[in-house]
């Protein structure tokens, strides 16, 4: 079949995103916003599938009460109509034959939405002051309403193709981690394990799943054209969270951790694993163990209903138990999605119930400087039952030999 064929997106996928933009409508019309235009990369891509992978000409997605409709810069128009799930593409600046609205972006606004008085929803946590200050330059604007919160809400429910996605994603995920073990008990260092990871969940996208792109969400500057990532850090490294893998070779006593996310189709999903080499020392141990009983505590309450704090307070009492309540972490565990830690997060003062439909981690886990870090995420579906596992690597102790 043709690439662009294979790649375009289907009538299913259509329908689903004229249901967000519906939904979009609807708390436009709560907060009295004539016009929604939307510029954060992600909501972009929420409301129209697209990802222009490099932004150095913003995209914007701009709903009215009557409408929706991509506007793009003409270089992106091809890429735009052939991929994104929405039928009006509108256009901006010169490129090749397309016609554009207007030559600059925010004249062609004035173009499309010029002509009465309108409340403008933003994204009050993106738009920056020069945006505001041109829109109301060029627009007769009665006021900015925000609706950055909305847009979260939104995607906190992931539809049918959001969840195709997340499962594809915890495919990959398992196995650039698996694979990165693997290499990390033949004596490969923390590098050499994370390219092998990477490697492997490359391979399997070239053998099932190239009709989906793996771009992330880029800045004006710089274009996340490949999101297929593994990192393994050790020891007192752990403690930072993220951060480049070494040349290191863990070494016995060592605790090291594969971590890998992996976007398809715009979505990710997190799998880590912490990994004893060898016999570790008794206060690694503990905490270990501790962190398998913390997750098996929230795996125990995981269900439509839950309180997000009350999941996080039994986690951490395994903590505390054992020793460890000087060092607890401010969460554990986050959504997943479109954005590698989304809205919300299982921490204290979190009073929201989970429900059917949400994608998040489990990870309740213990960084500290002298300790280094143990902790196990998994990415789960929340689920009308219960909730589904959406990583499958091992949960329990992972010992690697010496």
Known sequence: MDIIEQKRSSSELRGYVQQRISRMREAMTGKGADVAIMTRPENVFYFSNFNPIIISHVPYFIITREDAFLLVHSIRYAHAMNEGAVDRVLCYGKWGAVQPVAMDAMDAMRELLGGGALTIGVEGDYASMNFLSQLREK??????????????????????????????????????????????????????ASTEGQYAMRQRWHEKYQQYEVSGFSNSETADIDTFVVWCMSNERLNYGCD??????????????????????GYNVEN????????????????????????????????????????????????????????????????????????????????????PGMVLTVEPGLMDARLGAVRHSDTILVTQEGFEFLTNSPRDRIVIKA
């Open 139 to 192: 627009l007769d604007v009665k006021g900015f309403v925000d609706i950055a919160q909305d847009a979260v809400n939104l995607r906190l429910i992931k539809d049918p193709h959001e969840i195709h996605m997340c499962r594809i994603s915890g495919e990959l995920v398992d196995l650039g981690v698996t694979r990165a073990i693997e290499a990390l008990e033949g004596g490969a260092s923390e590098a050499q």
């Open 272 to 355: 880590e694993r912490s990994v004893m080499v060898g016999a570790v020392n008794e206060e690694r141990t503990r905490a270990y163990d501790a962190m398998l009983r913390a997750r098996d505590r929230v795996f125990d309450m995981l269900r439509p209903g839950a309180v997000f704090e009350e999941l996080y307070f039994a986690a951490m009492k395994e903590y505390e138990d054992a020793g460890f309540g000087s060092i607890l972490p401010g969460r554990c565990g986050h959504g997943m999605g479109l954005s590698s830690h989304e809205f919300p997060s299982l921490t204290k003062g979190n009073k929201a119930a989970l429900a």
């Open 244 to 265: 480049c893998p070494s040349g290191y070779v863990p070494m016995p006593g060592d605790l090291t951790m594969p971590m890998s996310w992996a976007r398809i189709g």
